[in-house]
């Protein structure tokens, strides 16, 4: 009964909330109470079976009912946040987010919300329709533009969970690729072999999450080209010497490579779209930074030069198979800064241009940027 009573008063709350929702929040509003019908639902069903006075069913009882509060407390603490800190600006990030999802087939439906935390992506869940996906962002920088294109990395885990039976098998087609890469040459059975051995594992083991964060920043570049280059390097590249090498120890199992060697690959497929100048600015700005902390760019055999080949090939096949959509040519190119943006990507490539180019009156133009991109239709 009290679990029906939390439901009820954070019910009447979520309702007080609705009337200054930004519009482009709707679907995620009504997901939010979708999703508490379904608990209030599983808690009346079980006092209706409580009711009922059988002792043979207590035990299931009392399972269901720890599953149901500890899905109310997951609820209560991640989903209805979003509503209930909403506000009207946050209607800048939440309508990139909603032509993010507009543009792929498996996220059209996928309602989105915001939430004022460190950059990540909360995904939905593809067997169950109602749950939305709930974006991360600091709140520093949900009212600007520069830093919106982080979100298109976060998509990609998304488009990673629609399709994960056939990316897992990519990724564990590499994983092995990897440990044929790092098999020694001569079979020893001493303890140094062992620890050798050990060591393989876990780079081997590393490679899955790794993978997947690569892949995501491929998707990162393919929406948003040169702003995704520009954004990622900027947000990262003075945050301490751990964004450009880790110790050993650190490595294992991290779930995010290395930022520098993140860097790397954009750089690499900079270049492989004929962005050259771009690569080689991006590339230039984190070996200055590296230097001028003396850093050695070292990453202790969790990476090699021998696993490039490998690792592009195996996001390409994971590019083919999520089919994210790329970034027009103009879009990179962005020459016009008082254009009607026919897209966030155009836009946002504009913004970095534009505080690139001229810092000084960066500010008042993204203040008519964005008011101009809030009152525009966008097509998909």
């Known amino acids: 009964m009290d679990l029906l009573r939390e439901i009820s008063q954070l019910e009447d709350v979520i309702h007080q909330s609705s009337s200054g929702l930004p519009p482009e929040l709707g679907p995620y509003y009504d997901a939010v109470l979708a999703m508490k019908d379904e608990l209030r639902g599983q808690v009346v069903q079980n006092l209706d079976y409580l009711d009922l006075g059988l002792d043979v069913i207590l035990p299931d009882l009392l399972s269901s009912t ?14 209805v946040r979003s509503v209930l800190r909403a506000k009207h600006s946050d209607r800048l990030c939440l309508k990139t987010l909603r032509w993010l999802h507009s543009i792929h087939e498996q996220t059209r439906r996928v309602p989105v919300g915001l939430s004022d935390e460190e950059v990540s992506v909360v995904p939905m869940d593809p067997e169950i329709s109602m749950t939305p996906a709930i974006y991360f962002l600091p709140c520093s920088v949900q009212y600007g533009l520069l830093y919106l294109p982080l979100f298109f990395h976060e998509i990609g885990h998304l488009l990673y969970a629609f399709h994960r039976r056939e990316m897992d098998d990519l990724v564990r087609d590499l994983q092995g690729q990897i440990r044929g890469l790092l098999a ?197």
């Open 66 to 79: 720890q599953t149901v509060t500890r899905s109310f407390a997951l609820y209560n603490h991640m989903y």
């Open 184 to 380: 020694p040459s001569v079979q020893r059975n001493d303890q140094h072999a062992r620890d050798d051995e050990r060591l393989r594992g876990y780079i081997v083991q590393t490679w899955y999450s790794w993978t997947q964060e690569l892949f995501c920043d491929a998707v990162g570049y393919s929406l948003g080209g040169p702003a995704f280059a520009s954004a990622f390097s900027m947000y990262l590249r003075l945050r301490g010497p751990d964004q450009y090498q880790v110790s050993p120890r650190r490595l294992v199992l991290r779930t995010h490579p290395v930022t520098w060697l993140r860097i790397r690959l954009l750089a690499d497929r900079a270049r492989r779209a004929g962005r050259h100048h771009d690569a080689t600015s991006l590339e230039g700005a984190w070996d200055s930074i590296g230097a001028a902390m003396d850093v050695t760019e070292d990453y202790y055999g969790f990476y090699d030069d021998s696993f490039l080949d490998p690792v592009l090939s195996t996001i390409e096949d994971m590019l083919t198979e999520t089919e994210p959509r790329s970034f027009r040519e103009h879009e990179g190119t962005a020459a016009d800064p008082d254009a009607i943006p026919a897209s966030p990507v155009y836009l946002l490539n504009t913004a970095w241009r534009q505080f690139l180019n001229n810092p000084d009156g960066y500010r008042s133009w993204e203040e008519r940027a964005i008011e101009s991109f809030i009152a525009t239709e966008l097509p998909e």
